[in-house]
Each structure stands twice: as structure tokens, then as C-alpha cells.
């Protein structure tokens, strides 16, 4: 299922994105000679509009200047536009007198609006995809206000404690906790105030172990007291619980979370183990049936989740503000990815990556809030300025309309190997990142 949602949801954005290129190349009267998702390195396809069959279904297909189709390999896609230097490399066409339908030939500001239709295509998907959510589903997350951090052992290396409530990074003050740990990354935060007990207190960072935040996740838990909320039927322990049960400690060893007690059940695995918990006023030493998986079968009081509903005049702004949110989140993490000190590129991913992150069953509303996220990452990628992405296509344009003059087919050649050389590094590292945490 993760596999064929990956498939799936890099499908939708690759078309997408190429139709933005389409769309303002037809506008301008630019030929587009092919559009394919994925790439049909050699020249061999799974599927062709200019193949017999397809012709002899279809007689009128054979008038179509586009040739569309699907290649075998399954890293992108593209549309071949006539007169311009891409990933197809065709010099050939190059080198032969331009023509009025080229992309060559037209003037700088529509270039820059036929390059820049890909980026502006996915940007304006997220967007919808955004409204859609939230006028859907509405925003559901754990609010920060209140909650207190279970520290991980870097959290406490830093500084943190157990039962923390953070109050703000530097002046930023978070609202959802789940954001907590790439807030924290993400905004080169020198200053934490947490309240610790009855205490306000400063947490200086250590700007030297941001690569160490960036690649341990799960640094701030919730915190979670161990009160039982309900049990049900086939417990074995239902005889000894109630609702409302507070458990302080496991074989006398306190516990004040609900993270505290999970090892030292752990330990009891099959057998039995002995609670002091607190009922009412009363405090009660119990033993307590543990399954082979370290639990006893009790939930326990599960944290406050806020919900926001928009009706549809809501949503408007209300998704634009989260798409936007979502792109300046996303620039922060690039910006930590080109900082070597901070290691964040050990964290960049291949496919395997992404398809890690889809959930192992169908599920609408997580989908498309990662098909949302993936557009603004595919946009945003696109426009670093490095040939043989949009971006670098973007800064000759501009270049050309500041200058009036326009870099050479030649230039644009060895730009473009240059870009795509650099693509290929990076898609080893990422798939070298990828194979070493598979392996480790």
C-alpha cells in the first residue's frame, strides 16, 4: 500500500508540475513535442500516443504535435519543449535555424512565465489541497498551552527535564506540540524558557549539537500520567482497576509518567507485577496480571486534542496562511541541509524515504495533507537556482532581462550537464542516507 501510494501521489505531481510548463507553452504558441511521466531513457516507453495501436483506436491522434506518454524510469517526468536546451539534450534541434513556434525565439518574459508554470502549478495545488483539508477534515492537533515534555536522553543532555512545559523558543511561542522538536531546529534558537515545577527558567542551546536535534527524532514526548481511563472487559486486571486509578509506582520504584512505568513492565512480561497506585484519597499496593507485550491492559487518559472546524469562507485564508506556513518551514529546512555543520544532510531521503512516511493502509485525509506537502517541496526544490531545474532556467531569464543580452546555446549546454551532474549527487547521497538507515 505505501508503495503504491508513493507511486500514486509522485504521478499526480510530476503531471502536475508539467502541465504548468504546458499550459503557459501553449499560451504562447510554443510546440511541446512530448509529455511524459517518467523518463524513457533509450527510447524505450510503456505507453506512447504515436504507438500503432494507440493511432488505430484513436485515427485522430495521429494530428496531435504532442507525443504523450510513460517511460520506464520512474524519476520524474518531463515536457520536451521545441527550441530549448533540457534533460533531453537534443543539440541537433539546436543547431538548426530557429523558428517562430521554438522556445528559443520568444521574447525573455515569456520564457520566464513558461519556466516558472511548473512551480506556480504546485504551489497553487498545495493551496487547494490546503482549503480542501481544512474545509473537510478541519485542523486537528495536541495544543502546546498546558502540556508538559518527556525528555529524551539528548533532550536531557541539553538541558531539558522530564515534566518541562516550554514556553517559547528565543521570542517564538509554539502553539502545537508536535512541532515542538523542528521548531526548535528550525529557528536556530539560542534561548528555551521553560516552566520547570513553580520555576521560569533559561535554556541556553548548544548551537553545536543541532545536527544531533536534526537526526534524533522523538526528543520531546508528551508527557503522559499513568491514570487509568478505562478497562476494558477481557482485561485480566479489571477485578483490581478502576477508573481514575493513579499509578505512582511499579515494584516500589516511583513513577510519575506514563513512560516511566513502560520498561518496568516490560520487565514482568507474563507474569505479574506489584502497582502502589492512588484512589481517591486512598493509597493501595495491587499486583496486576502483565501480557507478553509489557502491558495490562488498561487506557489511559488520553491528552486534550483541539479541533478547529472551517466552513468554506474559513478555510480560504485559513489554508492559504497554512500553505504559506508550510513553505517557510520548508526554506528553514533547506537552508539547515546546505549548512554542513548542522548535518541536516544526513537527514535528505530518497522515495524510500517518502514512502516511509505514507500510513500502511488508505487513509484520505493523511494523504492529501502529504500530497499537499510534497507539492511545496517539488516547487520549492525547483526553484534553486541550479541548471537543469526550473530554478536555474529562471535566473538566465531574468538575467537576459537586465542585461538584454542572452547566454549562448553553448553555455546553456554545459549548464545543463553541470545542473543535472549535480542532481545525480544528490540523488546518491539521498539514497545512500536511505540504504544506511535501512541497514543500521
Given at each position: 500500500m505505501r508503495v503504491l501510494q508513493v507511486i500514486l501521489a509522485l504521478s499526480l505531481l510530476i503531471i502536475i508540475h508539467e502541465a504548468g510548463h504546458f499550459t503557459f507553452a501553449k499560451i504562447f504558441g510554443i510546440r511541446v513535442?512530448?509529455?511524459?511521466?517518467?523518463?524513457?531513457?533509450?527510447?524505450?516507453?510503456?505507453?506512447?500516443?504515436?504507438?500503432?495501436?494507440?493511432?488505430?483506436?484513436?485515427p485522430r491522434s495521429a494530428s496531435w504535435e504532442t507525443e504523450y506518454g510513460i517511460g520506464w524510469l520512474p524519476l520524474g517526468g518531463y515536457c520536451k519543449i521545441s527550441g530549448m536546451i533540457d534533460e533531453?539534450?537534443?543539440?541537433?534541434?539546436?543547431?538548426?535555424?530557429?523558428?517562430?513556434?521554438?522556445?528559443?525565439?520568444?521574447?525573455?518574459?515569456?520564457?520566464?512565465?513558461?519556466?516558472?508554470?511548473?512551480?506556480?502549478?504546485?504551489?497553487?495545488?498545495?493551496?487547494?489541497?490546503?482549503?480542501?483539508i481544512l474545509a473537510i477534515y478541519g485542523d486537528v492537533y495536541i495544543p502546546n498551552e498546558g502540556k508538559q515534555i518527556?525528555?529524551?536522553?539528548?533532550?536531557?543532555?541539553?538541558?531539558f527535564r522530564s515534566g518541562d512545559h516550554i514556553i517559547a523558543f528565543d521570542d517564538y511561542t509554539p502553539e502545537d506540540f508536535s512541532m515542538l522538536q523542528a521548531d526548535l531546529a528550525r529557528r536556530d534558537v539560542?534561548?528555551?524558557?521553560?516552566?520547570?515545577?513553580?520555576?521560569?527558567?533559561?535554556?541556553?542551546?548548544?548551537?553545536?549539537?543541532?545536527?544531533?536535534?536534526?537526526?534524533?527524532?522523538?526528543?520531546?514526548?508528551?508527557?503522559?500520567?499513568?491514570?487509568?481511563?478505562?478497562?476494558?472487559?477481557?482485561?485480566?486486571?479489571?477485578?483490581?482497576?478502576?477508573?481514575?486509578?493513579?499509578?505512582?509506582?511499579?515494584?516500589?520504584?516511583?513513577?510519575?509518567?506514563?513512560?516511566?512505568?513502560?520498561?518496568?513492565?516490560?520487565?514482568?512480561?507474563?507474569?505479574?507485577?506489584?502497582?502502589?497506585?492512588?484512589?481517591?484519597?486512598?493509597?493501595?499496593?495491587?499486583?496486576?496480571?502483565?501480557d507478553s507485550l509489557g502491558l495490562i491492559g488498561v487506557y489511559t487518559v488520553p491528552p486534550e486534542i483541539e479541533m478547529?472546524?472551517?466552513?468554506?469562507?474559513?478555510?480560504?485564508?485559513?489554508?492559504?496562511?497554512?500553505?504559506?506556513?508550510t513553505v517557510g518551514g520548508y526554506i528553514r529546512d533547506l537552508k539547515l541541509v546546505f549548512t554542513p555543520r548542522t548535518e541536516?544532510?544526513?537527514?535528505?531521503?530518497?522515495?524510500?524515504?517518502?514512502?516511509?512516511?505514507?500510513?500502511?493502509?488508505?487513509?484520505?485525509?493523511?494523504?492529501?495533507?502529504?500530497?499537499?506537502?510534497?507539492?511545496?517541496?517539488?516547487g520549492v526544490m525547483n526553484l534553486l537556482p541550479v541548471p537543469a531545474l526550473d530554478g536555474g532556467h529562471i535566473v538566465f531569464c531574468i538575467y537576459e532581462m537586465i542585461t538584454r543580452r542572452k547566454p549562448s546555446d553553448r553555455f546553456m549546454t554545459v549548464a545543463q550537464l553541470v545542473g543535472m551532474a549535480l542532481l545525480f549527487a544528490l540523488m546518491i547521497l539521498a539514497f545512500g542516507n536511505d540504504i544506511g538507515r535501512l541497514m543500521r
Open positions: 513535442e512530448k509529455f511524459f511521466l517518467f523518463f524513457d531513457a533509450g527510447g524505450f516507453k510503456l505507453f506512447s500516443t504515436r504507438s500503432q495501436w494507440f493511432r488505430r483506436l484513436f533531453s539534450m537534443d543539440t541537433a534541434q539546436m543547431a538548426l535555424p530557429p523558428k517562430d513556434y521554438e522556445f528559443r525565439t520568444k521574447p525573455a518574459w515569456k520564457r520566464l512565465l513558461v519556466m516558472s508554470g511548473g512551480v506556480l502549478y504546485n504551489f497553487i495545488f498545495a493551496f487547494l489541497a490546503f482549503i480542501a518527556y525528555a529524551s536522553p539528548l533532550a536531557c543532555e541539553l538541558g539560542r534561548r528555551t524558557r521553560v516552566l520547570r515545577g513553580n520555576d521560569t527558567i533559561d535554556i541556553y542551546m548548544d548551537q553545536s549539537r543541532l545536527g544531533e536535534i536534526l537526526n534524533s527524532p522523538g526528543m520531546f514526548d508528551l508527557a503522559v500520567p499513568f491514570v487509568i481511563d478505562s478497562i476494558p472487559a477481557p482485561s485480566q486486571n479489571s477485578a483490581v482497576l478502576r477508573r481514575g486509578d493513579r499509578v505512582v509506582a511499579v515494584d516500589s520504584i516511583e513513577v510519575i509518567w506514563l513512560q516511566d512505568a513502560r520498561p518496568l513492565l516490560r520487565s514482568h512480561s507474563g507474569g505479574t507485577a506489584s502497582l502502589s497506585i492512588l484512589r481517591g484519597g486512598d493509597s493501595l499496593r495491587v499486583d496486576v496480571a502483565v478547529r472546524r472551517y466552513n468554506l469562507a474559513q478555510a480560504v485564508p485559513a489554508g492559504c496562511s497554512l500553505a504559506i506556513s541536516a544532510y544526513k537527514s535528505v531521503g530518497s522515495f524510500i524515504s517518502i514512502g516511509m512516511v505514507f500510513p500502511k493502509s488508505w487513509n484520505t485525509y493523511s494523504f492529501l495533507n502529504i500530497l499537499a506537502l510534497l507539492s511545496i517541496m517539488l
